[in-house]
Structure formats: structure tokens, C-alpha cells
């Protein structure tokens, strides 16, 4: 059992920055990653980075690689997703979620998943 809380989602304008917190409790230890998704109306659900459980090693989707940054805060059992050079693709709802694999990420599988915040990139 996990619990999985996201926080953080604006408006912004292109160009912009921001960033978004998954408040992670309960049963995590075991996961090989936490991750940060997003889905756009009428568009599939797509990983967008992950940090592993183990020793926090990173990996990004190429549409974001270079603007975004997953890290995680242990004290607060906090995982952050600081976006930067916003686009208005990048708009959709963000999602955290805890994964057993590689596999989990590129399929969108995870097994438990917050209720997502809102980010809109417009002018």
C-alpha cells in the first residue's frame, strides 16, 4: 500500500518554469522507482522521468531531457519534477507513480498513482 499526493500544477506562460511535488507514503522501500507521467486530453498517458529507490539514478523521455529534473527529498518524503523552458506541449495532467520496472515507465503501468495536478503552458 501506497499513498501518492501531487502538488504544484499553474498556468504558466511558455517559456516559463515549474515545479511539481509528490508527497510519497507508505509501503515504497521495495519499488525499483518512483516516476512522474502525463496525459493530455484524448492523448495516451506518458512517462516523462523516474528516479530509482535504490540510488536515486535518473531517467528522462526525450521530449523533456535537458529542461526537466526529477530529484527526490527523503526527509520529506518528497519526490520534485522542476520543469523549465515550459512548452505548450507540455500542457496535460502530471501524475506520480510507484514502478516495479523499466518497463513500468515506458508502458505507463505503474501500480499505485496519485491523483494528478494540472499544468496548463498558454500565453
Known amino acids: 500500500q501506497a499513498d501518492l499526493v501531487e502538488s504544484g500544477g499553474d498556468l504558466v506562460q511558455p517559456g516559463g518554469s515549474l515545479r511539481l511535488s509528490c508527497l510519497a507514503t507508505g509501503f515504497i522501500r521495495d519499488y525499483f522507482a518512483l516516476g512522474w507521467f502525463r496525459q493530455a486530453p484524448g492523448k495516451e498517458r506518458e512517462g516523462v522521468a523516474y528516479?530509482?529507490?535504490?540510488?536515486?539514478?535518473?531517467h528522462y523521455s526525450d521530449s523533456v531531457k535537458g529542461r526537466f529534473e526529477i530529484s527526490r527529498d527523503d526527509e520529506k518524503r518528497m519526490v520534485n519534477l522542476q520543469m523549465n523552458s515550459l512548452k505548450p506541449e507540455d500542457t496535460g495532467v502530471y501524475y506520480c507513480?510507484?514502478?516495479?520496472?523499466?518497463?513500468?515507465?515506458?508502458?505507463?503501468?505503474?501500480?499505485?498513482w496519485g491523483k494528478g495536478t494540472q499544468v496548463t503552458v498558454s500565453s
Open positions: 507513480s510507484t514502478l516495479w520496472s523499466p518497463y513500468d515507465f515506458e508502458h505507463a503501468t505503474g501500480d499505485y
Open positions: 528516479i530509482t529507490i535504490k540510488d536515486k539514478t535518473t
